[in-house]
């Protein structure tokens, strides 16, 4: 949807390296999701938010972590801890917790 | 734990075909079921849901239809076209309030 911008689409990271991807959304959604997708696996949830300043842990929360200080934005910072962060990262928003979400154009983050 | 299960895998049809992608969830409090298409490279699109007060919904040419006893549902597509071709996500939301998704179904549509 136009209005969830991912940035940027190609990143690539070292070995021990932390990294942040953005989303934005101006929708003027409250809720906001990060998700991570790998061949075969489906999307996964790592971390999500119903409103402002708050967010909780998904199903693979480790070796992440996110903030949610502004209602348009949901970081998500992918640190040296996550082994294995090779994947495609879409972000997702929606108007309440109950209501459909709908997905940005993804980040694709690579180990170098 | 909670999960949904979506299947086929894979499925391949001739054009005009239908389709037919089957998923079965696990937490008895879902009440919400989107299903998602996503084409190579690109974001997954919300192209038709469900919520556990209804049997079926239709849009054009394609339908979810949903058993809330046996807890699956289903998408149907009907007269596909090479352009259905794309990779379908089932989910189901957890009382939570967030979902679920299944692996996903690769549908091949051909000419």
């Known amino acids: 949807d136009g209005g969830i911008t991912q940035s940027p689409k190609y990143l690539f990271r070292k070995e021990g390296q932390n990294v942040t991807l953005s989303c934005e959304q101006n929708?003027?959604?409250?809720?906001m999701y990060w998700y991570r997708q790998d061949p075969g696996q489906g999307l996964r949830l790592i971390y999500y938010s119903q409103i402002v300043n708050d967010f909780q842990k998904g199903d693979i929360a480790e070796g992440y972590s996110v903030s949610r200080e502004k209602k348009e934005s949901f970081p998500l910072t992918v640190t040296s801890a996550q082994k294995n962060p090779t994947a495609f990262y879409l972000c997702?928003?929606?108007?309440?917790?109950?209501?459909?979400?709908?997905f940005g154009d993804g980040t694709r983050l690579s180990i170098l | 734990g909670e999960n949904v299960e979506q299947h086929p895998s894979t499925l391949s049809v001739q054009e005009g075909d239908s389709a037919v992608i089957k998923c079965t969830y696990s937490?008895?409090?879902?009440?919400?079921f989107p299903w998602y298409k996503q084409e190579l490279g690109k974001r997954p699109q919300l192209i038709i849901d469900i919520r556990s007060n209804v049997g079926e919904k239709k849009d054009q040419r394609i339908a979810v239809t949903l058993n809330k006893t046996a807890k699956h549902f289903s998408l149907h597509i009907t007269e596909t076209q090479p352009e259905d071709s794309a990779v379908y996500f089932c989910?189901?939301?957890?009382?939570?309030?967030?979902?679920?998704f299944g692996k996903g179904t690769k549908l091949s549509v051909k000419p």
């Open positions: 997702a928003s929606s108007p309440s917790w109950d209501q459909p979400q709908h």
């Open positions: 929708l003027n959604h409250d809720a």
């Open positions: 937490d008895s409090a879902s009440n919400y």
């Open positions: 989910a189901a939301r957890r009382s939570q309030g967030n979902l679920i």
